[in-house]
């Protein structure tokens, strides 16, 4: 990475698993490395992933919203202590965004252009759950890519 541009912020994709915690501690690694602001932690409430379930058989609807908001302040709250854990001086920034995650996170990062890097926990994802879900992500790491540095935690 380099290190003469200034670190005005570090951008976190929030996920809750455990992967999400490694990807958090790689955050804070990075944010006191090169000196950063600010750690954004972008949640993505998207309503379609949450709603449908594996079965299909459910439709977004005013329920899944409720449920999702009270996600996010589980997963903010759980990443944030764990960030003050490690360093208590940390800048933190919740960031919300709603829509489909992928088009939302790249949006995002296409209009802020104080990003030193975003991380990205990602969990393995198996035949069934591509099907599922939709096909490859890395097209989507790509245009990332072009407008910022992209760390992928596995």
Same mark, same amino acid.
């Given at each position: 990475?380099? $290190?003469?541009?200034?670190?005005?912020?570090?951008?976190?994709?929030? &996920?809750?698993?455990?992967?999400?915690?490694? *990807?958090?501690?790689?955050?804070?690694?990075?944010?006191?490395?090169?000196?950063? &602001?600010?750690?954004?932690? #972008?949640?993505?409430?998207? *309503?379609?992933?949450?709603?449908?379930?594996?079965?299909?058989? $459910?439709?977004?609807?005013?329920?899944?919203?409720?449920?999702? !908001?009270?996600?996010?302040?589980?997963?903010? !709250? &759980?990443?944030?202590?764990?960030? +003050?854990?490690?360093?208590?001086?940390?800048?933190?920034?919740?960031?919300?965004?709603?829509?489909? $995650? *992928?088009?939302?996170?790249?949006?995002?990062?296409?209009?802020?252009?104080?990003?030193?890097?975003?991380?990205?926990?990602?969990?393995?994802?198996?035949?069934? !759950?591509?099907?599922?879900?939709?096909?490859?992500? !890395?097209?989507?790491?790509?245009?990332?890519? +072009?407008? $910022?540095?992209?760390? #992928? #935690?596995?």
């Amino acid at each position: 990475m380099d $290190t003469k541009k200034e670190c005005k912020s570090l951008v976190l994709v929030a &996920k809750g698993s455990e992967i999400g915690g490694i *990807a958090l501690e790689k955050a804070v690694d990075l944010f006191e490395k090169f000196r950063c &602001k600010t750690l954004k932690i #972008v949640l993505v409430l998207d *309503a379609d992933f949450f709603s449908t379930g594996l079965s299909g058989y $459910t439709k977004p609807n005013a329920d899944a919203k409720i449920g999702l !908001e009270h996600i996010d302040n589980v997963i903010f !709250e &759980k990443l944030e202590n764990r960030a +003050k854990q490690i360093n208590k001086n940390i800048n933190i920034e919740r960031v919300v965004l709603e829509g489909k $995650t *992928a088009e939302q996170i790249l949006k995002y990062v296409k209009q802020h252009n104080d990003i030193y890097a975003i991380i990205i926990p990602q969990d393995e994802r198996g035949p069934i !759950e591509k099907s599922l879900l939709g096909g490859e992500i !890395e097209p989507f790491f790509e245009e990332i890519k +072009k407008s $910022t540095k992209l760390i #992928v #935690v596995k």
